[in-house]
């Protein structure tokens, strides 16, 4: 797997409230150009609280606006609530290939729940081939 900057959504980026991924791709016009791309997010730094459980759902996003404001914003693909206790470095929490019906712009969004999140980061982006043993090594 190779990853190119220009796809990464966020890298290593910090996860303790529900939040956008700090990039957006902007594919250059709506349809279906990236679908052969997979959408992966892998943990690089384990999740925690403070006290209690929590959980977090990942989410592909697309809008035909850059900053995901109009009415035509979709959901493409996203993971049921996953625990923190799961959420430890290395773990691939999502990899879906990219589905059709993307819109112009792209981007990732982490949906917290339950107890406040201390810690946890992601590397997430989109990739052309999801190598499951070298995703380990992000």
């Known amino acids: 797997m190779i990853l190119d900057k220009s796809l990464l959504l966020g ?33 690089t730094t384990a999740f925690a609280t403070a006290a209690g459980a929590a959980t977090v759902t990942f989410q592909l996003q697309s809008d035909t606006a850059e900053g995901f404001t109009s009415s035509d914003a979709v959901t ?16 691939i929490a999502y990899r879906v290939r990219v589905p059709t019906g993307a819109k112009r712009y792209i981007r990732a969004y982490a949906v917290a729940g339950g107890s406040n999140i201390s810690a946890g980061k992601v590397t997430w982006g989109l990739v052309s081939d999801p190598d499951i043993n070298r995703l380990h090594n992000i």
């Open 76 to 91: 493409l693909a996203a993971t049921s609530a996953i625990s923190k206790d799961t959420l430890v470095a290395g773990y």
């Open 11 to 43: 890298d290593a980026q910090a996860i303790t409230t529900s939040a956008a991924s700090t990039n957006v791709i902007d594919t250059l016009a709506a349809g279906d150009a990236i679908k052969s791309n997979w959408f992966v997010v892998v943990v």
